[in-house]
């Protein structure tokens, strides 16, 4: 497979750059103990796993919302303060309690290295279904900046997400290579849209996986994609 058309880079961010199910897990841990000082029948009434059902729950009840995933914890809070017989109001509060948490993030390891490597040759943008903010990470300087479902409305694998991309980076769709996780949004989604695209997979596949489609580049960490590049 030939990158030498390739200009730019847009990568995902979680479980990409880092791992989110533990970033997640401290921030509701952090959003619990704001709501046990500040709202403390909610606290009472939801545990954390509660609060977790509630997000879901608003998830599915609100399609117009789903994509945006700070919307939806957002009115997850509002709906238990509400239910509860507490103050409304402090769900923003509470809000932004919970992401500043979900940004104290563990990078994985190579992902500092291989970041500064590839931006010395490639323009960087995040793209993410997500709603974390590469400008709150301190991964931030290696980077033109972001887009994700939540400013645009719909993510990944429309190719709509890609093809903005492209036009931020000022590229055509074959200069631009993608990296994410997921096969389908990232891998599949990008090759769809015209953009080059490789599926990062940081465990080997067991053996009773289906094999990966035909024409899907795979690589298992982004010292190895830096090394594929040349960087």
Partial sequence: MSFHSVRAVTLDLDDTLWPIAPAIARAEVVLHRWLTANAPATAARFDIVALRARRDEVARARPDIAHDFSAVRRESVRLALIAAGDDPKLAEDAFDVFFAARHELDFYPEVEEALRRLSARFAL???????????????????????????????????????EACRRLGCGPHEVLHVGDDLALDALGAHSAGLHSFWLRREPLPDAAAPVPDGVATVACLRTLADRLGC
């Fill in 125 to 163: 943008l995040a793209l993410s279904n997500g709603n974390a903010d590469i400008a709150r990470t301190t991964l931030a300087p290696w980077f033109r900046g972001g887009l994700s479902a939540r400013e645009l409305g719909f993510g990944k694998p429309d190719p709509r997400i890609f093809h």
